[in-house]
C-alpha cells in the first residue's frame, strides 16, 4: 500500500500534497498526483491565494484555483483550500492602500466571503489566516494587524464560517512544531477565536524543516498534544526537508529519518488528522528558489523517482 491508503488504514484522513498550475502540463508528473494509493489530498500552492483570486478590488478570478479543485474532484482527492488572509503574495491594493479600520475589514469580509462562498462544499479545510506570528510570539506587522489589531483574527474566521460552514477552519504557520514561543502565539490565537465566540477547527503545522535539524519526535508529539488539548485538530500543511545541495547519501538518509519522526508524531496523535507535503517532487518543490543554496527536499526525485525519504514516511504510517 501507498502512503495515503496506510495513512486511511490508520484513522487518518488522508496523505496529501501540494501542487501547482504550471506543473499540470507534465503528464508524468499529473499520472503520479493523480495516484490516490499515495496521494489523497491535493493543496493548490498558489492559485487561491489573494493576489490570485482579488488581483484588484471586488474583481475575482477562479481560474487556477478551479483547475485544481476540478482536478482534485476528478482523482477523488480531498481538497485543503489556501488561503485567505496572509501578508505575503497580497496585491499592492491591500497592502498599501490608505485604509481604515472599518474598510480594511469590509474588504477583508468581501474578500473571504466572496473566495469562500466560490469554493463551498469543495474544501475539507481552509487556511484562514496563515503567517501572522513572529518568531517570538508577538504579531507580525501586517496590514491587517496594523490597521485593525488582532481582532482581524476572530472576524475572518467568522466570515469564513458563515460562508461554508462545513469547511473546517485553520490557523496556518511554520516554526510551530516544537514547544516554544511561537508555537504558544498559535495557542493564544486558538484561544481568542474561541472567546470571540468565532469557529477555528484545526491548527495547520507547515513543517518546512532542514535536514539535522528537525525537531525529534517526542518534542513534536509534545507540541501536537499541547494544541489538541485546546479541543482543535491539527495536521501537517507543508511537508518538506531541505538539504543544502549536492545532496549526499548520509544527507539523504538523515532525510529519510526526519520524515519518518515527523510522520509518527502525526500518527501518534488522534487529533493530527492527515499530511501534506509541499509537492512531492524536487522537480517542481518552491525550496531552490527561496532557500539559496538547498534543495532535494521531497520524496521523489527530480526525475519523479522515489527517494529514500518515501520508505521512510511509509516505514511510520
Ligand atoms: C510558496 C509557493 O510554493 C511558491 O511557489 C511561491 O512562490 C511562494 O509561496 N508557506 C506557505 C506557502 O504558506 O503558501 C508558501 O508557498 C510556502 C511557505
Redesign the pocket.
Known sequence: AGLHSSAVAKGKLYFGTAT?NGELSDTAYVAQLGNTDDFGQLTP??AMKWDATEPSQNTFSFNNGDVIANLAAKNGQKLRC??LVWHS?LPNWVSSGSWTNATLIAAMKNHITNVVTHYKGKCYAWDVA??VLNEDGTYRDSVFYKVIGEAFLPIAFATAAAADPSAKLYY?D?NIESPGAKASGAQRIVKLVKQYGAKIDGVGL?A?FIVGSTPSQSSQSTNLAAFTALGVDVAYT?LDIRMNLPSTSAQLAQQSADYQSTIAACMGNTRCIGMTI?DWTDKYS?VPSTFSGQGDACPWDSNLVKKPAYAGILAAL
Open positions: 501547482d500552492g498558489n489556501h488561503t503574495q496563515n503567517e496556518n511554520y507547515q518546512h507543508e509541499w518552491w
